[in-house]
């Protein structure tokens, strides 16, 4: 099962919503990790090291710090972009499909966008 880490303005309502529905999907919140307070890019080499794939709102800088990891051969285990216009169940039911169906292998190196469909 992957691993998420939530950006610091990431949606608690969602984060909440998942683990209701399963406590065994690990979400890390920036802000209570030994980054909270720092920029994109000390965030993205923080869940780098985790092996988190990142949770944000953030489709603007965060996704151009994380192609800059990418092309620069820096690792990333992935970055997931959420609307935040999104309905929260929509969210909460994406991200429980994703952590239950996906491997962290798949996710190196990517970008993704809720909603999938």
Avoid at 4 to 27: C, H, M, P, T
Avoid at 39 to 64: F, I, Q, S, Y
Wanted: aromatic share 6%; with cysteine.
């Amino acid at each position: 099962m992957i691993r998420f880490a939530a950006d610091e303005d990431f949606n608690r309502k969602i984060l909440q919503g998942v683990s209701r529905q399963n406590r065994d999907i690990e979400i890390v919140r920036v802000q209570d990790s030994a980054v909270s307070g720092a920029d994109d890019p000390e965030v993205l080499d923080w869940a780098a090291r985790e092996g988190c794939v990142l949770l944000t709102h953030d489709a603007n800088t965060m996704t151009k710090y994380t192609y800059q990891r990418i092309n620069s051969g820096l690792p990333m285990p992935g970055l997931c972009v959420v609307r935040q216009s999104l309905p929260i169940r929509s969210v909460v039911d994406d991200l429980l499909l994703l952590a239950e169906c996906s491997v962290p292998d798949e996710w190196w190196g990517l970008v993704r966008y809720l909603p999938m469909r």
